[in-house]
């Protein structure tokens, strides 16, 4: 079974245990987070699947993904002003971002919890979290600009 299978089929259980109705919709979302690389807008989510259900709208989707993210299961990355980005939330990974094009880019490392546990000594906060982001120029652009030049 491919991994995007596996992580459906968990991420459903955890719904069902939760007492979160699957709708055709819900999983169609889900799915889409799974198997898409590039951490979705709400908008793009919508633009993906309007064709398949013509009567969602971009509120429907946002629900959904809340739904989500209370069951612990999708990630929401915030961004100030622009759109938040919806991440799957398998094990922890970290993100890259092109300062030129706002792809982020996963890759796995693992968890930082020396820092968190070094932070929560010296500031005698409890820890909850923590955010790390690599930024920089994607492969892609790096190419463009040599063509441009
Ligand atoms: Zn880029
Ligand atoms: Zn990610």
Redesign the pocket.
């Known amino acids: 079974m491919a991994m995007t299978e596996v992580h459906l089929r968990d991420a459903l259980d955890t719904l069902k245990s939760t007492g979160v109705r699957i709708t055709p919709q819900r999983h169609a979302i889900l799915e889409f987070i799974i198997q898409s690389m590039s951490?979705p807008t709400a908008d793009d989510i919508y633009k993906a699947l309007e064709s398949k259900f013509p009567s969602m709208s971009v509120a429907t989707v946002y629900n959904n993904l809340r739904v989500f993210r209370e069951a612990g299961l999708v990630k929401e990355l915030t961004y100030g002003d622009s759109s938040s980005r919806f991440?799957f939330s398998t094990n922890d990974?970290y993100?890259m971002i092109c300062n030129s094009c706002g792809k982020?880019v996963?890759f796995h490392y693992p968890g930082l919890d020396e820092v968190e546990h070094l932070a929560s000594h010296l500031t005698g906060f409890d820890v909850s979290s923590h955010r790390m982001e690599i930024y920089g120029v994607c492969p892609d652009c790096k190419e463009q600009a040599t063509k441009v030049q």
């Open positions: 951490h991440d990974h993100h982020i996963d």
